[in-house]
């Protein structure tokens, strides 16, 4: 009767602390500049706009919807987005424990990792950490039914019902996650049941198919199916994978090597000491995928067997799922569940140095989530905007103008990249895109981009002089500016506009009086 509770009270304590871990980051501007694409989304989508119709992004719809609810539910602000992003990031913590203790391990490693090198590393709404808890609670689910099918008894209806439905939900997230998890968990009853295995195989795939293609079904309804099918499939065939390109694991490889020059500048000091673990749990961000196998093959036959199937094919489901980006904010969304194993055969296993070496990587990650956190403090001036507060470490003197020069629901467009302005001050992007970036968008994407701009008058135009032309390789690596002949719209802007404002930064352009 007493484990019970006890149990209980290690996830209610792991959810506490995660959260107020969490806090300091989840309330700071991060300046990221995705942060405001699914925020504006999600807002547009309770408005009435369609995804990719209304307004164009590679993301699934999930991304918005997701996030709408929850606007539509307590209100478009941001204390409403740092409260789902919080939950998301601690109940994904807890899925790590959980399926951490299903192996025998305390959950511990894998949740310390989990909450530490995720949300705060970009704290922003993310289709990646929403998905990743869809996908973990489908795993945690199918595992139940797994149970029961290992047992000899046909696995309950219902479980393998609502592990379909949460691989669904994660298609709508991001298209390729939720597909490589059906597969990797249909190919594990399909090999655990074999003859017995039709019917619980149809009814898993069958109510995955149901859910991960309704979206199509409503798109095709309000006559966009031509538009989805465009943003969220043939366009980043087409062009963002090609953008996406980056050396495996970037920027790992370099902040790795700046950290050992620290070490070895300060042999003695801790600075040098910390600089140096912090850099570890991204390289093992990078090494799972090889690191995982060979620290099985060291523990012993176990971690081969039946019961541990599901794990592999959707630990690498995942990986898979994320290779979109080969960088390493792509590869830590990708390796939850492999973290989940590598911890387990470290804690589980009875090789002595593969415990040493799980202690080892937990002491870095609690090193590096000290630096975080502490780095996280010193956002601690507060500036108000048109949703709410966020804190910063220097006032932003965007959002001092555009408090002070529009009013919510003027149409302000933010060049190329910085979408997160709309949200804060309740501002229309007078265009179908979030951000325009040459190579990603078409020169017929920018061509109507700048007839919005002209057919609607719009006044202000923000330009962001730090992340724009060659220096968006810093987010892209594999960006190349065009040409000046083969601009489009900064020679639209030269022509139409002047400079209002210099704000560092940002630029105001004002539009010119004789401009028609």
Known sequence: MGLRPFLFWKYAILAVVSALYLYPFVRSFSGSADYGVFLNGADLLNHGAIPSRDFVEPQGPGSFVWLALFFRLFGTTLATARAVLTATGVGTGLLAFYLSRTLGATGLFGALFVVVISVPLLPINSPHYDSNLFA????????????????GEPPASWKLVLAAVLCGLTTWMIQQKGYCLAVALLISLLWLMRRKAFRPAMIFAGCFAVVALSPFVFFTAVHALPDVLFANYLWPLRSYSELNQSPYGFP??????????????????????????FAIPFLLVALLPLLLP???????????????????????????AEL???????????????????????????????????????????????????????NDRKQETRRGAIYVEEDEPLLG??????????????????????????????????????????????????????RKNVRYVIFDSVLSGQRISEIFPAYRQPGKAKLIMEPYLDARYRLAFDLGRFHVLERRDDAH
């Open 136 to 151: 973990l609670a489908a795993l945690a689910v199918f595992l139940a039914a797994w149970n029961e099918a290992a047992k």
């Open 252 to 277: 790992a490889w370099r902040d790795f090597r700046w950290s050992i020059e620290r070490h070895a500048n300060h042999p003695i000091g801790w600075i040098g000491d910390f600089a140096f673990t």
């Open 294 to 320: 060979l620290a099985a093959r060291l523990s012993g036959p176990r971690w081969f067997t039946a019961p541990i199937l599901p794990y592999w094919l959707a630990a690498y489901a995942l990986w898979i």
């Open 324 to 378: 979109q980006r080969i960088d390493i904010g792509h590869l830590r969304n990708g390796v939850v569940i492999m973290v989940v194993l590598f911890f387990s055969i470290c804690e589980v296993g009875t090789n002595k140095y593969l415990r040493r070496a799980g202690f080892g990587f937990a002491i870095s990650l609690v090193f590096a989530g000290a630096i975080n956190f502490r780095m996280s403090l010193e």
């Open 401 to 454: 103008f555009l408090d002070t020069h529009t009013h919510a629901g003027d149409e302000v467009f933010v060049y190329p990249y910085q979408p997160i302005y709309y949200f804060f001050e309740q501002l229309k992007n007078p265009t179908r895109y979030s951000y325009l970036l040459y190579h990603l968008q078409s020169n017929a994407q920018f061509a109507e981009a700048v007839g919005d701009l002209d």
